[in-house]
């Protein structure tokens, strides 16, 4: 096949170069998910990339615009006795000027039977300001006091079976003249089904200038703590003066359930909440949206031109009847726009897939939503996705990107990925300044290599988006066969329309021919053989007549 024996020459030379526009670098592979972890990608002005991971550290890498690694480095984030970790992924904000500021969470270890516990019992949240060279110029840290008097003696019992008081940012705003940083306190409990029951947990606002002196702060208190997590769910409303803090969900099993907006005035004083009913807008499923960091499945939201709010995030769908078992379930990527009472103005579900042993629709875990010009936003979903990046199931996975505008009219679909023997997990996606736009993660082959994962990162076009053709030179698809290898149903996914599908076998005798006219068609394969099949999507033309658009190999 042509994409794999790309993606081998990828692999021996570890980059190629594309246009200028597009560029596609593969890392050497290695046996764990967590090296070289991409989480944030940044374009500079002189149309560089700067590529934020996990190696040990902080990874930095900066690309030219063509896909060159100019250079790389790791920086190194550990306090003796401390656990430098951010849970949402390492908040990062970079300047007019080119600078970054890289902001780390420290927690005391209370771990009495690890070498690195000091007795600490203040956490720390350090910034460290790097130059357009990637070098460290400036640093400073605030103590954050934990409150450990409702917490169980720390000498007390075995550390399993407490979780430790912690602090962990969740944003970091930049509002001009300093930052604001969101934070959660939790203040600690004996886990079980209602962990961080205390009454002590917090969210926490400051407001500092950009050498990290704290001007202004504010709290809101936690009768119990949203301990699922939420990466860059505050955003700040120009118009009204107001932060709007977006809670997901699913705080947990036996907690509230529904999609929550906190509004806050500039002093950081609460002004209300608001609830959104969990619906797709069919008034037929309940939707739980997924923040979970069991399977990475991060919400993005994105504040528009219109004083509206756009989230994509990761769902699980439920269609219950009379307080009875689910009769329907499935997961699925949901993107809603809603207004500041939080009410759902439009939305989009799509990727779904059925629920079992762990399958579930993924978003991009960093960012699944993004745009630089509103008429072309991206968002992007894994189907079928294993549960977890870990990806230790033979299965075949691909990306959907779709291209919307403001309005969430679906301009185009296509499909990413690295061979029908492949599992890709993609961590951030991010709109790029000529209409086009990025993507990072990683992947492995299960039948050339299956325990060794490969890091990439690719660059489209915005040419890319554009045709029935221009995808196929640049690495996408228009049409998909699924799940791969599959049973008795073999599905195909496509947004084209007047298209016609045949399906032969080896011997090239036609098994299946049929019209496609729904965005996925399934076919009926439990009479066929057990073995390999070629499918060919061809669309009609005046002038050509049917002009294959798309074919593939699918496994029974």
């Not at 944030?40 to 060159?68: H, L, T």
């Not at 061979?419 to 039948?447: N, Q």
């Not at 399906?503 to 066929?528: C, F, L, N």
């Not at 073995?531 to 190999?553: D, I, P």
Request: aromatic share 14%; net charge negative.
């Amino acid at each position: 096949m042509k994409r794999l024996f790309f993606i081998l020459i990828l692999l021996f030379s570890s980059s190629m170069m594309f246009s200028q526009n597009e560029f596609e670098y593969i890392y050497d592979g290695v046996g764990t998910r967590y090296y070289k972890t991409f989480t944030d990608v940044f374009e500079m002005d002189n149309g560089d990339y700067v590529v934020f991971g996990n190696k040990g550290g902080i990874y930095f890498g900066r690309f030219s615009k063509s896909g060159e690694l100019l250079s790389d480095t790791t920086m190194s984030v550990g306090i003796l006795g401390y656990r430098s970790s951010n849970y949402e992924g390492t908040p990062i904000i970079k300047d007019n000027d080119g600078n970054f500021y890289v902001f780390i969470t420290h927690n005391p270890i209370f771990d009495t039977t690890n070498t690195g516990c000091q007795g600490f019992f203040d956490s720390k949240i350090v910034m460290n300001k790097l130059n357009e060279e990637l070098e460290v110029v400036y640093s400073k840290e605030i103590t954050i006091p934990l409150d450990t008097t409702n917490w169980i003696n720390l000498w007390a019992a075995p550390q399993s079976a407490y979780e430790s008081p912690e602090i962990q940012i969740g944003t970091v705003l930049d509002n001009g003249d300093g930052f604001v940083i969101c934070y959660e306190k939790y203040a600690g409990n004996i886990t079980g089904p209602e962990p961080h029951a205390t009454g002590y947990d917090s969210t926490l606002f400051i407001k500092t200038d950009y050498e990290l002196n704290v001007h202004k702060s504010g709290s809101f208190g936690h009768t119990k703590c949203n301990k699922m997590r939420h990466r860059n769910h505050l955003l700040y409303d120009e118009t009204d003066n107001e932060y709007l803090y977006y809670v997901s969900s699913y705080w947990s099993q036996w907690l509230k359930r529904g999609f929550y907006l906190y509004r806050f005035d500039s002093d950081f004083n609460y002004i209300g909440e608001h609830y959104m009913f969990n619906t797709d807008g069919t008034g037929m499923h309940t939707i739980k949206y997924r923040d979970d960091k069991s399977v990475a499945d991060g919400i993005t939201l994105k504040r528009t031109s219109s004083n509206t709010t756009i989230m994509m995030a990761g769902a699980d769908c439920f269609h219950v009847t009379n307080g009875n078992p689910p009769i329907d379930e499935y997961t699925a990527a949901v993107c809603l726009e809603m207004n500041d009472e939080a009410k759902m103005l439009d939305s989009i579900t799509f990727g779904r897939a059925e629920t079992s042993s762990g399958n579930r629709t993924s978003v991009p875990s960093a960012c699944s939503i993004d745009w630089a010009d509103e008429s072309r936003i991206f968002i992007a979903a894994t189907p079928n996705s294993f549960f977890s990046d870990l990806m230790y199931n033979n299965k075949y996975q691909y990306l959907i990107i779709k291209m919307i505008d403001k309005d969430l009219n679906v301009l185009d679909e296509l499909y990413y990925d690295f061979g029908e023997t492949s599992s890709l997990w993609t961590t951030t996606l991010k709109a790029t300044k000529d209409g086009g736009c990025m993507i990072a993660g990683h992947y492995k082959d299960f039948v050339k290599d299956p325990d060794t994962y490969y890091n990439f990162i690719k660059k489209f076009p915005p040419e890319a988006f554009v045709g029935i053709e221009e995808p196929h030179a640049h690495g996408l698809k228009v049409a998909v066969a699924y799940p791969n290898p599959g049973g008795d149903v073999m599905n195909i996914r496509t947004t084209l329309r007047d298209c016609n599908l045949t399906v032969y076998d080896m011997q090239g005798r036609i098994v299946h021919q049929q019209e496609i006219t729904d965005d996925v068609t399934s076919i009926d394969a439990s009479k066929w053989q057990s073995g390999t099949y070629v499918w060919r999507l061809g669309v009609r033309s005046v002038e050509l007549g049917v002009k294959e658009v798309e074919s593939g190999k699918w496994v029974k």
